[in-house]
Nanobody, 121 residues
Framework: QVQLQESGPGLVKPSQTLSLTCTVS??????????WTWIRQPPGKGLEWMGA???????YYSPSLKSRASISRDTSKNQFSLQLSSVTPEDTAVYYC?????????????WGQGTQVTVST
């Protein structure tokens, strides 16, 4: 059974870069055709698909975040990461990593527990 675990700072200052890592166990992030995804949920709002990195390393981003988001991976550690630059308080949210069946299918069979990130001075 695949397990995902987010890690990273819980507090980020405005204008700085938010960095999160998802560690995957029980399965390889290079296994066809999964897409390793970042999703967030701001307080009082719904889930927002942020972007994904596919099994072959191809990255995909939400158009609303494309200029600020970057997703990368370290296959030797079976991890993938999110960097979100120039954060504002509107980026405060619970951030989840998840495994999608394929990019854009939105069939998330496995989720991390989520990590709260607050953007504040």
């Amino acid at each position: 059974q695949v397990q995902l675990q987010e890690s990273g700072p819980g507090l980020v200052k405005p204008s700085q870069t938010l960095s999160l890592t998802c560690t995957v166990s029980g399965g390889s992030i290079t296994t066809s055709y999964y897409a390793w995804t970042w999703i967030r949920q701001p307080p009082g709002k719904g889930l927002e698909w942020m972007g994904a990195i596919a099994y072959d390393g191809t990255t995909y981003y939400s158009p609303s975040l494309k200029s600020r988001a970057s997703i990368s991976r370290d296959t030797s550690k079976n991890q993938f990461s999110l960097q979100l630059s120039s954060v504002t308080p509107e980026d405060t949210a619970v951030y989840y990593c998840a495994r999608d069946l394929r990019v854009g299918v939105l069939d998330f069979g496995s989720w991390g527990q989520g990590t709260q990130v607050t953007v504040s001075t």
